[in-house]
């Protein structure tokens, strides 16, 4: 997996940029990134750099600030850039979560950022409230870009990923086309049947 990541970035012939995510925290610790797939991934692929955390990164007049998982504060670190975007690995939602969350509202009306690119939360959604401390500011979380089960509700489920233009400032979603049809149902419906079965046995067995 992480020679193919390899390959398909530096295939971009651009740099690609990444935050620290819960999973790349090896026992819940941050500092432990370093023995992550993610931190690998660096190691190995030219092109592919993992931020650090409160800090900018200066693209021409745009600022991306990067906040790791476990940084809650949705503010950019202060530049003369034009264009502001922030990068944040929170569980920011648009609905309400059995799951501690913020709702994408209060973001909007503490970050002075913007555009704010959340993720860890698995459904998509962007918004742009009346509420907002700054003006033009909204937030978008693209969501999954892989299918998240086998199950049929989640085979129309639309992947995107959306898209900056830094000299224009335009943002635009795209749609990725997705083979519906790459698992083999009977297949696994048969090993987990199979797997059952094992576990029936072994609590007959105990």
Avoid: Q, W
Avoid at 118 to 139: E, T
Wanted: charged content about 25%; some cysteine; aromatic content about 8%.
């Amino acid at each position: 997996a992480l020679l193919l990541a390899k390959e398909m970035f530096e295939s971009l012939k651009i740099p690609v940029y990444s935050i620290i995510g819960n999973h790349d925290m090896i026992g819940n610790s941050i500092e432990n990134h370093e023995r992550s797939s993610l931190n690998i991934l660096r190691m190995i692929c030219s092109n592919f750099f993992i931020l650090d955390n409160s800090t900018n990164l200066i693209v021409d007049d745009v600022c991306i600030t990067a906040r790791h998982y476990g940084d809650h504060s949705y503010k950019v670190i202060p530049t003369n850039c034009d264009y502001n975007i922030l990068i944040s690995h929170t569980m920011v939602v648009d609905s309400p979560t059995m799951f501690e969350s913020i709702h994408v509202s209060d973001v909007l009306k503490e970050t002075d950022a913007d555009f704010v690119l959340v993720g860890h939360n698995h459904k998509k959604f962007i918004d742009a409230g009346p509420n907002s401390l700054h003006s033009k500011s909204y937030v978008y979380n693209p969501g999954a870009l892989i299918r998240l089960s086998i199950a049929e509700g989640d085979y129309d489920r639309d992947i995107e990923v959306g898209l900056i233009d830094t000299e224009t400032k335009v943002f635009n979603r795209f749609n990725i086309p997705t083979n519906k049809n790459c698992f083999n149902l009977e297949e696994i419906e048969e090993r987990e049947a199979i797997l059952a079965d094992a576990f029936v046995d072994s609590l007959n067995m105990s």
